[in-house]
C-alpha cells in the first residue's frame, strides 16, 4: 500500500508540475513576443516618420516606381531578434477625380497619379511561426506639379489568375528592366482581386514579369534566345500615357507518378527512358514547351515528380529504347493533370515493332470501355481481333508496312462502329469512341 500511494502522489505530483511548466513556458512565449512585437512596431514606426520627413518627389524606392533612395528590403537585428523590413511605395489613382484616362486633376500630370501608398511591413520569426507587423499610409502632393513622372510614363496592370479562371490574391509580381531610366527592379503583391497595379512605370521595352506563390507553379513573361527566338508571351513594353495589360495564370502545384511495366509479364521495367511532355509553351516557331524532359533513366521503373504544374502531359518512347506503349493506365496519352492533384501512370511496353497501333476505345463522352472487340483489317493478308484491355486499349503490333486500315469497334450494349482509312505509319495511337 506504502508503494500505492507513493506511485499515485508522485503522478499527482508530476501532473501539476507539467501543468506549471507549460504555463511558464507559455509565459515566457507571450513577453518574448510582446518583446519582439514592440521592437516590430518601432523598426515600422521610425521608417514610416522617415518617410513623412522627406519631399514628395523623393518618396520612392531603389528599384521602385516611384524611384528613390529607400531599400525595398533590409534586415535589422535588435534586442537579439532580426526583423525584415520591407518598404513598398507606388502610386496611387484616386477615384475622386476620375480613374486612368478619364482623370481631370492635375492638369499637368501625363498619367493620373494622385497619390503615393507607402506600406512598411516588419516581419519576424516565433516559435510559432512567422508574425508581421504592417503600417499603411496615403501621401498626397501640395499641388499638381509635383505628380508628375519625372520622365515620360505609362502603366502596368498585372492580372493573375488560377486555373479556373478565378482571381489569385498575395502572389508575388516581380518587375524588373534594367534598360530603362531609373532602372526598375520591384517587388510587389496582387490585391484580393488578383491584380497589382503599377503606375508610373518608366517608357520602354523589356520589362520581365515573374509571378510566383508558395505552393502554386509560376508563370512569367521570357525574353528572346538562341533556343528560344519567339518566346510567348515576350517582356512587355510601356508607351507613354497608356496601360500595359497582361494576365498570367497559376495554380497549386501537383505530382505525376509514371511506372513502366512489361506487358506480357506485368512485370517492372527499369531503365527505360521515356519523353514527358507538357501542352504549354513558352515559345512558337520553333515551338518551346515549357516543360519537356527526358525521364527515366536508370530508375527502378517507378519515377515520381512533385512540383509539377497544372497541364496536359503526354508521354511518348523512342523506337530506339526497343519498346513501344502497348497500354496506358489509367487513361491514355495525353493526360490532363489537375492543380493540386496526385496522379499515377502505368505504361504497359511491348517490343518494338516497325509499324504498330494503339486504338483507345471509349465513349463519345470520353469513358474508356474495357472489355470491347476490336477488329483491325486490310485487304488481303490482315484481319486481327483484339479484347480492349481493363483500360480500354488494344494494342496491333508487327503491321506490314503500315497503310490505311479498316477498325470495326463493338460491345455489349453498344452500337457497332466501323473506321475506315485508319492510317498507320511508324508508331500510331488511334482513338475510337462509339455509342
Known sequence: MTLIDTMVGSALLLIVFVGVAGVFQLSVDVVTNNKSRAGAIALA??????????????????????SGALAQSETITLNNTDYTRRTTILYG?????????????????????????????????????????TLVTRIEPRNGTEVSCTAPCGAISVYVVNAASQPVQNARVDIINSTVNPTVSLTTYTNTDGVASLLGAPVGSGYSIVITKTGYSSDQTWGSSGQNPSPSPPHVSVAN???????????????????????????????????????????????VYKFEEVLGNGGTGTTTLANMEWDTYAISIDPSTGYDIASSCDAPQPQYLAPASSQTTVLYLAAHTSDSLLVDVRTNT??????????????????????????????????????????????????????????VNGTSVFSAPFD
Open 241 to 287: 500615357n497608356q496601360t500595359t495589360s497582361m494576365t498570367f495564370a497559376i495554380d497549386y502545384l501537383a505530382s505525376k507518378t509514371v511506372v513502366t511495366r512489361s506487358q506480357a509479364t506485368g512485370g517492372g521495367l527499369a531503365a527505360v527512358p521515356f519523353t514527358l511532355r507538357g501542352n504549354k509553351y513558352i515559345g512558337s516557331n520553333p515551338t
Open 93 to 133: 489613382d484616386d477615384p475622386y477625380d476620375g480613374l486612368a484616362g478619364a482623370d481631370t486633376y492635375p492638369s499637368e500630370s501625363p498619367t493620373p497619379l494622385d497619390y503615393k501608398s507607402v506600406r512598411v511591413d516588419v516581419s519576424w520569426t516565433s516559435r510559432i511561426g512567422e508574425r508581421h507587423i
Open 366 to 423: 470520353g469513358v474508356l470501355v474495357p472489355g470491347a472487340t476490336v477488329r483491325l483489317e486490310k485487304n488481303p493478308s490482315i484481319d486481327t481481333t483484339l479484347t480492349s484491355d481493363l483500360c480500354g486499349q488494344a494494342f496491333f503490333s508487327s503491321l506490314s508496312n503500315g497503310g490505311n486500315y479498316s477498325l470495326t469497334i463493338s460491345a455489349a450494349g453498344y452500337t457497332q462502329k466501323t473506321f475506315t482509312n485508319v492510317n
Open 45 to 66: 514606426a521610425e521608417r514610416m516618420e522617415y518617410v513623412r520627413s522627406l519631399s514628395y518627389s523623393s518618396i520612392g524606392t531603389s528599384g521602385g516606381i516611384p
